[in-house]
């Protein structure tokens, strides 16, 4: 941890002014967490072979909130030869119209279960209620009934292409959107006729099995999905199962190229999404308190813990001082705490891992020479938790401005001339993302067509919409999700 002597606390005016939300807790009462949770292989609920399970913790308390089973070779196995099975003798032979009918009923069921799911998310994730009851679910729904939409209209979605699905596919995901990710990787999947055998992350398996609940409530036929719960060891088994068809992989640049390497010389299809370190580019004549709130949008909700977050800023020189200012006022506002509180601004950070990792960046920015400005705000005593935190004094060659942090922090750089941000913006491993914000439609033009990243928006940050694609550019991943371009990666033509 950072001692309180070497941080630079902002002395301005707290937004809060001294005085306070009262708490405003969502109740988790209703919401029923089994004690143990196994895989769902094949239509139900199965014991682990080697009957070892592993804890799920609350970050924002350190409290077990369930044992989940850990999956081995054999528990595997089984999930890719039940994804089989539904394939041959169930999924392929529906027709695109009654495999629509079955993901708008998941998506329908998504929709009327959103409460429990959001608290579920929130505890087991640490995120804010308030992102993961607003972006999170309605976002799962919308990509069920978006990619449900196109099951039966393949034909025309690639006219004279002869579409057909590729089989099973094997599916790992992290823990940042559970329920998110799990949705732009099932819904297409279906939609294009395989069926699949996803391993939701370590840290992060609940609301996957309650999933898996829906799944068996919506009457799906055995097999089409399967989840396999486990850490690494499991999602590697499941990249290298010789009958998985096609891989699609979320998560860090370091595991997906392990799992690049393992697939090549391999006839399976291969989707990465990996990390990320956005740029976001505030011009001179941008509305600044606009900005601001994107910027803090993009980089301190949900902890940071976004592969598309954009954590450089770039700030041209003549508002540099202004939006520094602004944007540590804005800092201090921030609320940290209980992620079920409707006023929380920032939850838990994900595990002690993450914790970890992101105080170490916090250490090498301070021995890099970087200036730490960190909110004052009050940080429960239990639990994983970083405030939010401005980094400046800091040039591209820092390792804290070229490496994936994962946190709510931000580091801030100015520049003159939009060659120079366009320089600076790309010059990183990364390609997934970026944002501008100008007054003018030629700047963003000019800057948007020049940046080397997946995504980029204009005035806004983290808008996200099933039609359109997602991915990155260089060490940001292969392939894309979302849109057309999604749906293709589940077919072969
Ligand atoms: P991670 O790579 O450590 O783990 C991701 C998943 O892979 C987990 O389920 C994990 O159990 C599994 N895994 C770990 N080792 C494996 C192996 N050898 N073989 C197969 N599976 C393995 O990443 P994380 O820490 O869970 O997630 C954070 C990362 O995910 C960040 O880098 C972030 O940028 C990235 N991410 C990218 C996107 C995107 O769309 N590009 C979206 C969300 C997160």
Redesign the pocket.
Known sequence: MLKETELKRPNRLNFTGGWNYDPAPESASNVKLKETYQHFINGKFTEPEEGKYFATLNPATEEKLADVADGSAADVDAAVKAARNGYNKYWSKLSGRDRARYIYRIARMIQERAREFAIIESLDGGKPIRESRDVDVPLSAAYFFYYAGWADKLEYAFPNRNPKPVGVAGQ??????PLM?AAWKIAPALAAGNTVVL????TTPLTCLKLAEIIQEADLPPGVVNFVT???????E??SHPDIDKVA????????K??HKSVAGTNKKLTL????KAANIVMDDAPLDQAVEGIVNGIFFNQGH???AGSRLFVQEGVADTVRDKLIDRMESLIVGDPLDKNTDIGAINSQK?LQTINNYLELGLNEGGEIYQSSCPIPDKGYWVAPTLIGNVSQSHRIVQE?I?GPVLTIQTFRTPAEVIEKANNTPYG?SGGVWTDKGSKIFNLTSQLRAGVVWANTYNKFDPTSP???YKE??IGR?GGLHGLSAYLKF
């Open positions: 790992i995901i992290p823990w940042n959107f990710m391993k939701p992350a370590e486990g850490a690494g060891a499991t999602g590697s499941i990249v992989f979320t998560g860090s640049t370091k595991v997906g392990m799992i999404e990996l990390g990320g976004v592969c598309c993450q994936e994962f997934l997602f991915g990155g940001s991943g999700e």
